[in-house]
């Protein structure tokens, strides 16, 4: 494929795992691609959060954050007139009906939109009539699209579900950065963050939100202070949820077991992900239980060699991962996910097994590489023939 047009509506200094799948992806269209066009909001102040080096990949940060981007919708059509692009990607949930249009007017190939949720059910606290409305809007951009990307396979069954033709799915999963994110030697990390060697760390990364459990990983910690005192849990990023996860850790006694580092700057991610011995993926199942989720942090958390525990929620059982750096416990138990801890920190030995396991899972299946090569062969076939099936696997069976 020759050109490519990305466009998505979102912060491109932003750390927030939606602009990070968007730039890895369009990072990985560029080795398949002799020209990738990357159209974003506006910069202000900080870089891109990864840095585009491909000289075939251009940054147009050009969208208004808000309002009155009429002359830019005008600017994305004679962009594509005169480029003539093969695959236009939107990430752009807002984008006008007319605009979607008219790329596909002026484009010579595919339109592809990516729906990362499902309107219906991603907040219930909104009314019948603003949910309504956006669920149709969403359909109706899906209708319009040569083809749909998704990421997991219950947001894929909602859509066809809603008559969406099934043909026009592109169910194709996260990566992580692989040469970015890497397994490191434990010293070194430990010593660029001051943290004791001598104890065992479990780690968590991300926004700390209604959608990351984090208080039920407290409350297994608590549990699990009177039988290994050596165990720490650090807690990178900050969130609506960072006030009250403090006053959770003080009142169940563990305040001086856990380890808010707040915020973590992406070129300081990989070092830190090198000082955990276990790594955690709490969800509630609320917030997930319709469309499902493909994390980021799970593929970065393979990408670095990590065992990692993970709440079994509808998304993390979309594929066949390998079981033994991988373990689920049922969403908001405390008590199954201290015993999964405590196995795994007495398990010194078989973690080293299991890092090497997980990181050449990462290497087979996350690597944003091949993942953006699936994006832009089956955008190529998408609508004239059967896509692959959409049959869900059990993610830890054996």
Not at 100 to 119: D, I, M, N, P, T
Not at 192 to 208: A, C, H, M
Not at 341 to 363: D, F
């Amino acid at each position: 494929m020759s050109k490519i047009l990305m466009i998505g509506d979102l912060n491109p200094a932003s750390c927030q795992s939606a602009t990070m799948q968007f730039l890895s992806m369009a990072e990985g269209c560029s080795r398949h691609a002799t020209r990738v066009d990357v159209v974003t909001q506006r910069l202000r102040k900080h870089p891109p959060v990864i840095e585009l080096k491909p000289k075939n990949l251009h940054l147009h940060a050009r969208l208004p954050r808000h309002s009155f981007r009429w002359w830019q919708h005008i600017r994305l059509v004679l962009l594509a007139l005169r480029r003539r692009y093969q695959l236009i990607y939107l990430r752009y949930p807002q984008v006008p009906m007319n605009v979607l249009w008219l790329l596909r007017l002026v484009s010579s190939g595919k339109v592809v939109v990516h729906q990362a949720r499902f309107e219906i059910a991603a907040k219930p606290s909104r009314s019948r009539l603003v949910t309504r409305w956006r669920l149709n809007r969403q359909l109706r951009l899906a209708r319009k699209a040569h083809g749909v990307h998704v990421s997991t396979q219950a947001l894929a069954s909602l859509l066809i579900a809603h008559d969406i033709d099934d043909r026009k799915i592109l169910l194709i999963n996260n990566g992580s950065q692989l040469s970015k994110i890497y397994p490191l030697a434990h010293d070194a990390s430990f010593k660029r963050f001051n943290l004791d060697p001598d104890f065992v760390y479990l780690g968590f990364v991300g926004t700390l939100n209604d959608r990351q459990d984090v208080t039920t990983a407290l409350k297994a910690l608590a549990l699990l202070k009177d039988k290994n005192p050596l165990v720490k849990f650090i807690i990178a990023g900050e969130g609506p949820a960072l006030a009250s996860l403090q006053a959770e850790a003080e009142a169940l006694g563990v305040i001086d077991q856990t380890i808010f580092f707040g915020a973590i700057a992406y070129q300081d991610l990989n070092a830190l992900l090198n000082t955990f011995d276990v790594a955690l993926a709490p969800f509630t199942l609320a917030h997930t239980a319709d469309a499902g989720l493909c994390p980021l942090k799970l593929r970065d958390y393979a990408a670095a060699g990590l065992p990692t525990v993970v709440a079994d929620v509808p998304g993390i059982r979309d594929e066949q991962y390998e079981a033994n750096w991988l373990h689920a416990y049922p969403p908001e138990d405390a008590e199954t996910l201290a015993q999964l801890l405590l196995n795994l920190v007495e398990q010194g030995v078989e973690r080293i097994n299991m890092r090497h396991t997980a990181r050449e899972y990462a290497q087979q299946h996350f690597d944003w590489k091949h993942l953006s090569k699936e994006l832009i062969t089956q955008s190529q076939r998408v609508g004239r023939k059967p896509q692959r099936s959409l049959t869900t696997h059990s993610l830890l069976e054996k």
